[in-house]
């Protein structure tokens, strides 16, 4: 299980990755912005995962979902944010996010998130 | 026209930034914040953070219009940094700097959140590393100013917010 965290705080990401890691996830892949999210995933044939922050210079994660879908890619996204409003949160799905978690989140949290878009993260 | 916040709009304000500093804690760090004290600063006295040598501060825009800060001290930055990615630092590390400025997105994202009536805007955190910046405000903005405890440190909050218009 190969998992592509987007966002550009460093610390941010060490966070989802300390909590992934607790979920026995230890394959992380970590981008700042979309832009590089995007040549991270690739052909998105190593990525199982993708996490991404919504407000990022460059790309944000709203065009990055936007990208990999419109390449016809199926991998399930959480898009991991503050932004909370309910209109922010449809115009995600419409973009084709598979799940939603608002900051700030607690470990439980995300592992249901994970739980949701995944079949058994603790066995993946 | 109304050029400082009314009384209410100012409770509001503070209560949501409190509400939104006690999940952000309560869910990241695991120690909660308690409020030490709340109350108005004259307009154009200075706040020195001479004993908070790292501030952050994000503006905000549309129906409300200025800047929240934090304004922590060295031991707070760097305990809220090893709460929440689980690695201690000695000093003021990019670490410690980036978790700073995480720690204003969120609270400033939380408030935004519950002021959901109003038409909020939140930039980018900016992280200062100058313990002897002065906030100043022109007269029409009335700054709130609370303090915190926190797991044997402590932080200041200053909220200063205009109306638009």
């Known amino acids: 299980m190969k998992v592509l965290i987007v966002d550009d705080s460093g610390v941010m990401r060490k966070i989802i990755a300390r909590g992934l890691h607790s979920l026995w996830i230890d394959e992380v892949v970590e981008a700042a912005d979309g832009v590089e999210g995007l040549q991270a995933f690739g052909d998105g ?10 407000n990022m210079p460059n790309m944000n994660g709203l065009e990055l979902v936007q990208k990999i879908r419109g ?11 503050t932004e909370s409003e309910k209109t922010q949160v449809v115009k995600a799905i419409q973009a084709g996010v598979n799940d939603y978690l608002v900051k700030p989140f607690d470990q439980e949290m995300l592992q249901m998130k994970l739980q949701r878009v995944l079949p058994n993260p603790q066995t993946a | ?17 409190d ?11 695991g120690h909660p914040a308690e409020q030490v004290s709340l109350h108005l600063l004259p307009a154009t ?14 503006s905000l825009s549309g129906d409300l219009q200025g800047i929240i800060g934090l304004c922590l001290s060295g031991e707070a930055a760097r305990q809220w940094t090893a709460d929440i990615i689980g690695e201690a630092a000695d000093d003021i590390n990019q670490d410690v700097i980036d978790a700073a ?21 939140m930039g980018l ?29 402590s932080f200041d909050v200053i909220i200063a917010l205009a109306p638009q218009g």
């Not at chain 1, 390449?71 to 944010?81: E, Q, S």
């Not at chain 2, 026209?1 to 930034?17: C, G, I, K």
């Not at chain 2, 002897?132 to 926190?150: G, L, Q």
């Open chain 1, 45 to 54: 044939s190593s990525i199982d995962l993708i996490l991404t922050d919504w």
């Open chain 1, 71 to 81: 390449a016809g890619h199926k991998h399930p996204i959480v898009m991991v944010t």
């Open chain 2, 1 to 17: 026209m109304t050029t400082v916040l009314d009384r209410d709009l100012s409770q509001a304000v503070a209560d949501a930034v």
């Open chain 2, 19 to 29: 509400e939104s500093i006690d999940e952000v804690f309560g869910m990241m760090a």
């Open chain 2, 45 to 58: 006295e200075k706040h020195m953070a001479d004993k908070h040598p790292l501030t952050v501060t994000l």
């Open chain 2, 101 to 121: 400025g995480e720690l204003g997105n969120l609270i400033v994202g939380g408030a935004k959140r519950r002021l959901a009536p109003h038409d909020l805007k």
């Open chain 2, 125 to 153: 955190p900016s992280v200062i590393l100058a313990g002897r910046e002065a906030f100043v405000f022109p007269r029409r903005v009335h700054p709130i100013y609370v303090s915190y405890r926190y797991a044997e440190t």
